[in-house]
């Protein structure tokens, strides 16, 4: 059967390795948009600038960048052990984030309804789904890792010899830039700008609102609970 490579990727539907790499390519990574700017138009709709406000939004901005440092990394330099530890401590991290952030929607006065909450599924669940991809197309050095059979070169960030199409990176970071950074930074430009003024208005003279319990009720322990 005739094949092609561009870019050290082959066109033969029989190459597991190659059509794995298209996969995230163009599958996997393209839907991490979808969510990420549904997630941004929920939070628009219940009013995210008059509730939890800037905290919420300042987490949602902390949780973007966990997703977008192994996702440059991982477009831009070979796949290591350093490069795999890194993109397992962030997934580790966000998850652990995401609880956090649905805490303070909560805690903020935020309605979290359940398109939001489906969303939310996605955007969790699609950085496992990609770690779990290159852990496997990786499996010599998870096992070399595993075995202890490493040197210290593999510990290092190194950029890729076979790069990815110009093309296609170009396209990746307008995306992120479009679909991701910007909505979110106009959320978290427009959080503070709104809660001062809400705050203003309903309490002169301070600069946040007193927060207080409902009758009968406990502060909540753990946080994520």
Known sequence: M?????????????????????????????AWFVPGAAD???????????????GESAIHALMMAEISVPLLLTLLCEVNPLLLGISAAT?????????????????????VRPAEQHI??????????????????HWDQVAAIWQGRTQA??????????RLPGGYLAGVLAAVASLIAAPYGEE????????????????????????TSAPGTRPSWPPWA
């Open 91 to 111: 997934a580790g991290v966000h998850e652990a984030t995401a609880t956090w952030d649905v805490r303070s929607a909560v805690d903020g006065g935020r309605e």
């Open 40 to 54: 941004y138009l929920m939070h628009r709709r219940t009013r995210i600038e008059r509730t939890s406000g800037l």
């Open 2 to 30: 005739a094949t092609h490579r561009h870019h050290g990727i082959s066109g033969d539907p029989a190459d597991v390795e190659s059509v794995t790499v298209r996969y995230l390519m163009y599958v996997l990574l393209p």
């Open 153 to 162: 070169p593999a510990w290092r960030l190194r950029l890729r010899r076979k």
């Open 188 to 211: 978290l430009w427009r959080s503070p700008r709104r809660t001062s003024t809400t705050t203003s208005a309903r309490f002169p003279g301070v600069t946040t609102p007193p927060r």
């Open 120 to 137: 939310h599924s996605f955007l969790e669940s699609l950085p496992f789904m990609a770690i779990s991809a290159l852990l496997c197309l």
